[in-house]
């Protein structure tokens, strides 16, 4: 149980354009996704807390209108990382939480390369 | 506001060598604990979490991880290295806040290497 996905797991993009990814929650419910950024050999940093029907929480630093984060539904988060640049590049994880325990389980990432 | 440090960002063994990875938090709120691994080209795996049960947590594929307070530390370990657990770590601090639910602080991670 607790299965995540991704989708796509990889995506090329040229300078400008948007891209969007989604985040599936497969078996269960998620009221709260959360969206992460990892970039090579480094750790990964929060971006925002997705809530259903409500805007997203950015950390600060984050561009919410660069990042626009949509939660439409209990199994659904979408990211769009708007006009993309060369330094947008990344490997974007999302999460989603289930419990109690209040649990994390991630999905397997979506590598962006942005020429 | 919580934070990790990952003490170590390498750490090499011998297979069949016990492993310890090392792990210091702070956090302003009862901490949940946890520790993921990531192996190269996959998603973040759950190993075991600390949500203030017992401070001796068991996790998968034979790793365990003790609560020390009074420490604030959070380290993981295995008794015997197999090929397969070279990945990179990560100890993961969740801070409750009282507000549900709360992203999590990741450490830098620990690169662990087995030598044949």
Known sequence: GAVVSQHPSRVICKSGTSVKIECRSLDFQATTMFWYRQFPKQSLMLMATSNEGSKATYEQGVEKDKFLINHASLTLSTLTVTSAHPEDSSFYICSATAGPPLTQYFGPGTRLTVL | ?116
């Open chain 2, 1 to 116: 506001a919580q934070s990790v440090t990952q003490l170590d960002s390498h750490v090499s063994v011998s297979e069949g060598t016990p492993v310890l990875l090392r792990c210091n938090y702070s956090s302003s709120y009862s901490p949940s604990l946890f520790w993921y691994v990531q192996h190269p080209n996959k998603g973040l795996q759950l190993l075991l979490k600390y949500t203030s049960a017992a401070t001796l947590v068991k996790g998968i594929n034979g790793f365990e991880a003790e609560f020390k307070k009074s420490e604030t530390s959070f380290h993981l370990t295995k008794p015997s290295a197999h090929m397969s657990d070279a990945a990179e770590y990560f100890c993961v601090v969740r801070a409750y806040s009282g507000g549900g639910a709360d992203g999590l602080t990741f450490g830098k991670g620990t690169h662990l290497i087995i030598q044949p």
